[in-house]
Structure formats: structure tokens, C-alpha cells
């Protein structure tokens, strides 16, 4: 089993040793700055693809989520849920499907398509309603509310006399 980490400009590969069991490292080349931004960028990118249900369900169609290399990758990425990496988020959603990707019944589900139909309803939802939520929720409780739109009129407009 491989688990991949990073230290400094360094990627260290750790793997358990399939005769004793003992956890064996080794460093590869040192990055450079440009491939470490690189690299940052890809993972940015794929983590924040976690937010859309159906790249989900694109994953779990193509057998992605079955495989161990890429649930380990997944296991990987939860460093992005520390607060100096989410940060550069943009769609803070797909921190909780990163979170529920560490579950495999979660990722046999998403195989089906009503699953990641339900998903996405939910994520529009969410959506819809959230900066109403943040707005209300930001705004002093003894701040004034905006005036009511003027009513409309009981009769059409006027017509043009000819």
C-alpha cells in the first residue's frame, strides 16, 4: 500500500512492506517552485470538481471510487480542509463531499443515478437559499428594513387620447 506525502519541496512515498509490515520511505526528486504551483493548482481544481454531484457520479460510473489508489488519493486531499488551504476555495461544498468520499458505502451509492440526482437537487437548493440565509444572518437585528416596494397601480396606464 502506497500513501503519498509531502514535506517541504520533497515528495516522500511511504509503503508498508508486504513481508514484515514495516512502514518504509523514500524521497523522490525535489520539486520545484513551479511544479509545486502546479501541482497546488491541479489539486485545487479537482478538489473544488467534488462540489458538482455529477463529476461525482461520473467518477463512480467509470469505477474511479472502486479502486484503492484513488480512495487513498482521496485520503490524501484531506489537507485541504485545514484552514490556510480552504481558503483558496471557492466552493466550500466540496470539502463535505471530500468528507463523505472517506465512506465506501457513500461511494457505492453514487454509482446510481437517483443518488446523485437527490445530490444535486440538494446542492441547488443550497444554493438558492444560502445567501438570503447569510444576509439575514449577517444583518444587526435593529437595522431597518428596506422599504416595501410601491403598490402596483389598481388601474392600467393611461390611454393616449387620439
Known sequence: MFIITLSFNFLTLFFVEANTGALVSFAVLPETEEQNRRRFQMELEFVQ?????????????RGYLKEQTFVNYIRYL???????????????????????LQHEAFRRE????????????????????????????????DAPQPPAPPAPPTQGPPRQQS
Open 78 to 100: 484531506q489537507y485541504w480542509r485545514e484552514p490556510e488551504y480552504a481558503r483558496y476555495l471557492k466552493y466550500p461544498m466540496c470539502l463535505h463531499f471530500l468528507e463523505l
Open 49 to 61: 470538481c467534488l462540489a458538482n454531484p455529477n463529476y461525482i457520479h461520473f467518477l463512480a460510473q
Open 110 to 141: 453514487c454509482v446510481s443515478a437517483q443518488v446523485c440526482k437527490f445530490m444535486d437537487d440538494q446542492a441547488i437548493l443550497l444554493w438558492q437559499h444560502y445567501t438570503r440565509r447569510r444576509t439575514r444572518t449577517l444583518q444587526p437585528p
